[in-house]
């Protein structure tokens, strides 16, 4: 996770096939199959670094005093990686949890505010007020959300709106729709379907 990568976790488990017929539809969301005693099977790490382009652009919007802020599903720890690698997170700046492991002593202990930058967890987020967002906005330059569902990324879009910044966000999938709604500019990139997206951008990227 430290170097970018997803690791992913394989195991198995051999089901009674009077129970489960060749043909069974097995559905993640309802979970209808049983998810005890699986025999591990491995680990694999997997890697889709950021396109060579991108630490030049973030270096340009930078100069151009655009704030860059990178919202993803990704775990934290790989969020942050890949942000320094970006450029994102500059490599002299420092999150709390750099300054406390830096001096020796507990996160509690560190003054937010001495931290350029800040990686927040979807879970957290989830718990902060309207006010705990906005001041997370105005103290740090650096920013990373991490495990953040779509609802959240409409919330992130709505605090720095509440900035009196002009906002422009972009996304890659029908899950991104309601933040691209709301920015003052919504790019769509990729191969995305267009239909899926209502035209809720203002801009469609295809590459």
Known sequence: GSLGERVIGFCDLRLPTNKYPKGYQFDAETMN???????????????DPPRAAVPEAVAK???AGIK???????????AKAI???VGIIS?????VEDIAQRLGVPIDYVNPRDAQACVVHGNDLKDMTSAQ????????SEIVFARTSPQQKLI????????GAIVAVTGD??????????????VAMGFVSIDAFCFHYNFLLFF
Not at 68 to 78: A, N, Q, R, S
């Open 33 to 47: 199959f049983p998810l005890e005693n699986l025999r591990f099977l491995g680990l694999m790490s997997m890697i």
């Open 61 to 63: 919007c930078r100069s």
């Open 68 to 78: 860059v802020i990178m919202i993803t599903g990704d775990h934290p720890i790989t």
């Open 83 to 85: 942000a320094r690698a």
């Open 91 to 95: 490599e002299e700046s420092e999150t």
């Open 133 to 140: 967002l906005d001041g997370i906005l105005k103290t740090h």
């Open 156 to 163: 992130i879009v709505e605090g720095c709106q509440r900035q």
């Open 173 to 186: 999938g029908v899950n991104d729709s309601p933040a691209l709604k709301k920015a003052d500019i919504g």
